[in-house]
């Protein structure tokens, strides 16, 4: 059974830059992904990036292509996701997931493990 834990949300100006971290408890394999996604107010839960813990698949959103990175420490069992040039369009609150697949997912429904979400807000 996964547990996972999100931080680094807050409030940030457009152009400006943070950090969110996915603390992993209970991972004994090496064929999960690790999925980050948002939903903001009204809208539908869309994947944003994803890792494979096998180091062979990653996956970004077009939306967030070049301004954020998905990373992962093998011995932490974090994965965090550095977003860049942030915009108003990415406000939304941010839920790290997972499953046991060999290969990114990009929907929710391949993801059956969540965090509990935490808040970006984009806005000057």
């Known amino acids: 059974q996964l547990q996972l834990v999100e931080s680094g949300g807050g409030l940030v100006q457009p152009g400006g830059s943070l950090r969110l971290s996915c603390a992993v408890f209970g991972y004994t394999a090496d064929n999960y992904i690790i999925g980050w996604f948002r939903q903001a107010p009204g809208k539908e839960r869309e994947g944003v990036s994803c890792?494979?813990?096998?180091?062979?698949?990653?996956y970004y959103a077009d939306s967030v292509k070049g301004r954020f990175t998905i990373s992962r420490d093998k011995f932490l069992n974090t994965v965090d996701l550095q977003m860049n040039n942030l915009k108003p369009e990415d406000t939304a609150v941010y839920y790290c997931?997972?499953?046991?697949?060999?290969?990114?997912?990009?929907?929710?429904?391949?993801?059956?493990?969540w965090g509990q979400g935490t808040q970006v807000t984009v806005s000057s």
């Open positions: 997931a997972a499953d046991q697949w060999p290969i990114c997912g990009t929907t929710q429904y391949e993801y059956n493990y």
């Open positions: 890792i494979s813990t096998n180091d062979r698949s990653t």
